[in-house]
């Protein structure tokens, strides 16, 4: 009885089991998908003023984290599951945890500055992320974005048992993760500093699949939609920026002077 013809006869609860055995990197997808319904819940309460409503530093950083793991890991999950078939089979989603571990450190890391800057004042408004959307644009076209992209897709031997196993995973997580940090860092700023807005999410993650789809050519068309979203932002900055100038200006009303005339009492 060949493979297929096994596969064919199997229950459904059969078939579901061997698709988590083949892909042990479902979790992680799952993991994705859960943050992009937080971070579509964000949006959808802050739509319209996203990048002028403030938070925490603590809650600032938990939302950079989760549109990282909405965004990014995504785009690693062929590391996730070299990760896993470069494992043992018992301790295959222990590698995994320990590969996003350390891929989503130097993202913290990252991330602690980003929400520093996110605490300023003045930063809340739609120009700062139209003119980091601009920075990324041209960020798209240099050889350190284009070095970062090609260690995006980095291999490395993992030691089967023991604590070297983890230390391995963490270290290779850790190395895709600085080089995309490396890769797309002023895009994800910029998504940051709309207050994580819908837009600039669904946009910046178009343009990281865009980017991966192909080298140079799509490079080009990754680098057009970061100037797409840089001129989005650009024009809402211009419609606030008209909005505040054409606002009437409050008018002190003073109670008119009572002129005394005389007695009048009879």
């Not at 999410?201 to 178009?206: F, K, L, N, R, S």
């Amino acid at each position: 009885m060949t493979t297929d013809h096994s596969i064919s006869r199997a229950t459904p609860a059969q078939r579901m089991q061997l698709f988590f055995w083949l892909h042990p990197e479902w979790w992680t997808v799952a993991l994705c998908g859960a943050a992009w319904l937080v971070m579509l819940q964000h949006g959808w309460q802050h739509a319209g003023h996203g990048a002028l409503h403030r938070m925490s530093f603590p809650q600032e950083l938990v939302s950079w984290l989760l549109m990282v793991a909405a965004m990014m890991l995504p785009l690693v999950v062929d590391s996730v599951r070299a990760t896993a078939d470069a494992s043992l089979w018992a301790r295959r989603h222990r590698a995994i945890a320990g590969f996003v571990v350390g891929y989503l450190a130097p993202w913290a890391a990252v991330g602690v500055v980003a929400v520093g800057v996110r605490q300023l004042s003045w930063i809340h408004t739609h120009a700062a992320p139209a003119l980091v959307f601009g920075m990324a644009a041209l960020w798209l076209l240099t050889p350190m974005h284009r070095r970062g992209l090609v260690a995006c897709h980095r291999r490395r031997p993992l030691a089967p048992l023991g604590w070297r196993a983890d230390r391995d995973c963490l270290a290779f997580g850790g190395t895709i993760g600085r080089a995309c940090v490396s890769s797309c860092w002023p895009l994800m700023l910029a998504c940051a500093l709309t207050g994580h807005a819908l837009v600039a999410m669904i946009g910046g993650m178009g343009v990281s699949l865009i980017e991966r789809w192909s080298f140079r050519p799509r490079i080009r068309a990754a680098a057009l939609g970061a100037l797409a979203l840089a001129i989005y932002f650009g024009v809402q900055a211009g419609w606030d920026s008209g909005v505040s100038t054409n606002a009437p200006h409050s008018v002190e009303l003073h109670e008119p002077p009572i002129l005394c005339t005389g007695s009048v009492a009879e």
